[in-house]
């Protein structure tokens, strides 16, 4: 699958211009060396990304909406799962090295923890759909401490930086309200509740795991709880 598939569909239909798409072809090295550079600093693959050609808004009231520059979206495909990382055209055109890389980097532990629930069979623990054998997933799991899973000092400063109580970069929110938003761009319009994913239990059964990938997560699961009693301690 090309990354940029649909950034290039979206350009020749005419939703992007030349300079906005030739921005993100330009730029989207940042996000390829990113995902380089967590998979060398986490020893594990990084699952499928894609760029989606829209800024992505979820809206609490008329008056109040976020961004979202990433997702992690669980895809049910035929009695499997697979995990696919969403990376918006506006996150490529304007942001940061170090904060594309961060983002990159939480998606990841999202990727992480929801691959651990699905080995443990755990999706059902945290939050209950209105059908008991469906599982649930959404953008507010717990995460692996980043410590536990990255080997690279300077990510996990821009990791701290970034989230430490959910990501703000007003700089960057700037520059997408502007040069994006209200440049008329495509956009996708979202409420929270619709940011979860419910997947059936039958899904979550035959979704194998690699095992070296398992035997990692358990690893990951001991280093986190020996980090987490470091600190109350």
């Not at 030739?22 to 380089?36: Q, T």
């Not at 055209?89 to 090295?97: C, E, M, R, S, T």
């Given at each position: 699958?090309?990354?940029?598939?649909?950034?290039?569909?979206?350009?020749?239909?005419?939703?992007?211009?030349?300079?906005?798409?030739?921005?993100?072809?330009?730029?989207?090295?940042?996000?390829?060396?990113?995902?380089?550079?967590?998979?060398?600093?986490?020893?594990?693959?990084?699952?499928?990304?894609?760029?989606?050609?829209?800024?992505?808004?979820?809206?609490?009231?008329?008056?109040?909406?976020?961004?979202?520059?990433?997702?992690?979206?669980?895809?049910?495909?035929?009695?499997?799962?697979?995990?696919?990382?969403?990376?918006?055209?506006?996150?490529?055109?304007?942001?940061?090295?170090?904060?594309?890389?961060?983002?990159?980097?939480?998606?990841?532990?999202?990727?992480?923890?929801?691959?651990?629930?699905?080995?443990?069979?755990?999706?059902?623990?945290?939050?209950?759909?209105?059908?008991?054998?469906?599982?649930?997933?959404?953008?507010?799991?717990?995460?692996?401490?980043?410590?536990?899973?990255?080997?690279?000092?300077?990510?996990?400063?821009?990791?701290?930086?970034?989230?430490?109580?959910?990501?703000?970069?007003?700089?960057?929110?700037?520059?997408?309200?502007?040069?994006?938003?209200?440049?008329?761009?495509?956009?996708?319009?979202?409420?929270?509740?619709?940011?979860?994913?419910?997947?059936?239990?039958?899904?979550?059964?035959?979704?194998?795991?690699?095992?070296?990938?398992?035997?990692?997560?358990?690893?990951?699961?001991?280093?986190?709880?020996k980090l987490r009693k470091k600190k109350l301690y």
């Amino acid at each position: 699958m090309d990354p940029l598939k649909k950034v290039h569909e979206a350009h020749k239909n005419g939703l992007l211009p030349d300079r906005i798409h030739s921005l993100i072809v330009e730029r989207f090295p940042v996000v390829v060396s990113g995902i380089d550079r967590i998979e060398k600093a986490s020893g594990m693959n990084f699952p499928l990304a894609y760029v989606e050609p829209s800024v992505v808004i979820t809206n609490s009231s008329s008056f109040n909406y976020g961004i979202l520059f990433a997702r992690t979206i669980p895809v049910i495909s035929g009695e499997r799962l697979e995990v696919v990382i969403q990376i918006t055209a506006p996150l490529v055109a304007y942001g940061l090295k170090g904060t594309i890389h961060a983002i990159l980097a939480h998606e990841f532990l999202h990727y992480l923890e929801l691959i651990r629930k699905v080995s443990k069979m755990d999706l059902i623990s945290d939050e209950i759909s209105g059908n008991l054998f469906e599982g649930t997933y959404s953008d507010t799991q717990r995460l692996f401490d980043p410590r536990a899973v990255f080997d690279d000092k300077t990510l996990l400063l821009h990791i701290t930086k970034k989230f430490p109580e959910g990501f703000k970069d007003y700089k960057l929110e700037d520059k997408v309200v502007k040069f994006w938003i209200e440049k008329k761009l495509p956009a996708i319009n979202i409420t929270l509740d619709t940011n979860i994913v419910k997947i059936p239990s039958g899904v979550i059964a035959s979704t194998k795991i690699d095992p070296k990938l398992e035997a990692k997560l358990d690893e990951l699961q001991v280093n986190a709880s020996k980090l987490r009693k470091k600190k109350l301690y």
